[in-house]
């Protein structure tokens, strides 16, 4: 049965190649094996997570995939969707925006705490995920972004409940 009212979760977002943050909540504590990465002790609170769609499809697929139900874990990130629910995304398709870069202006606001190797496998940064008690305000995120790239384009804020 076809349901006209469904939306898909990649039609909100651009096909064009991006850098996303996504906002993910844990009700509770739990303890997550994550791929080769081993145990990962989630306590309750926000978990940011950094990611770039540079790949076929760009944003809309790399997002669709994320917002779409785990079936096969295959990212660092789909381990962790089994234990944290995605509450928002921003996203930019601007030239200067890197995941690398995103994790350096996270690591700038009070209360950030990056979980080591998580997500950053193919690069020097410490993690692309981050804990924090409360998610930050996008302006603040904005702000120590613009402090490392003053050219750094618009970022996009979409509900995952939209």
Known sequence: MRNDNFV???SRFPVAPGTYLLQLFCPQPRTLTIGRLGELELVPGCYLYLGSAHGPGGLAARLGHHLRP???PHWH??????GAEIHQVWYS??????????AAALS??????PISGFGASDCRCPSHLFRRTAPPALS?????????CPEHGR????LDQD
């Open 8 to 10: 898909s979760p990649e």
């Open 70 to 72: 785990v079936r096969r």
């Open 77 to 82: 990130l789909d381990y962790l969707r089994q």
């Open 93 to 102: 398709t601007d030239n200067h925006a890197d995941e690398c870069l995103w």
């Open 108 to 113: 700038r606001i009070r209360g950030c705490v």
């Open 140 to 148: 603040s995120f904005r702000r120590r972004l613009r402090q490392l």
């Open 155 to 158: 970022i996009i804020s979409v």
